[in-house]
């Protein structure tokens, strides 16, 4: 699953820990799995784990204590509820809009089918 379309590795890495945090597995000013045990988990190098720490410190999801590890930022969730959201506004609705036009369907449809779900 971690090998599977066409992000790159250490953003997929990114993206799981992210889906970690939001889900509570990781919770603010928690510890994080070092890059070694990453690594290990993932398969992969340890500087791969190490460019997904750089993306995910950067954008304040995560910070390192030295000698300690890398814990949960505080507000890192808000962070990344933000991030994607941007991104499906941005990116995946254009195209979900797109397909609703050339299937025929309506917002009703979609809001009917939504509610079934619940």
């Given at each position: 699953m971690i090998y599977q379309n066409e992000k790159a590795i250490y953003v997929k890495i990114a993206d799981r820990l992210c889906d970690d945090i939001l889900s509570g597995k990781y919770r603010e000013e928690e510890r994080v799995p070092s890059i070694r045990e990453l690594a290990a988990e993932y398969e992969v190098n340890t500087n791969t784990v190490l460019r997904t720490f750089d993306i995910l410190q950067r954008d304040e999801i995560i910070y390192q204590k030295r000698g300690i590890g890398v814990f949960v930022n505080h507000g890192a969730q808000r962070r990344i509820r933000h991030a994607r959201k941007k991104e499906f506004?941005?990116?995946?609705?254009?195209?979900?809009?797109?397909?609703?036009?050339?299937?025929?369907?309506?917002i009703e449809d979609v809001v009917k089918a939504w509610e079934e779900t619940r």
């Open positions: 506004v941005n990116h995946e609705l254009p195209e979900f809009f797109r397909r609703l036009r050339l299937m025929g369907m309506t």
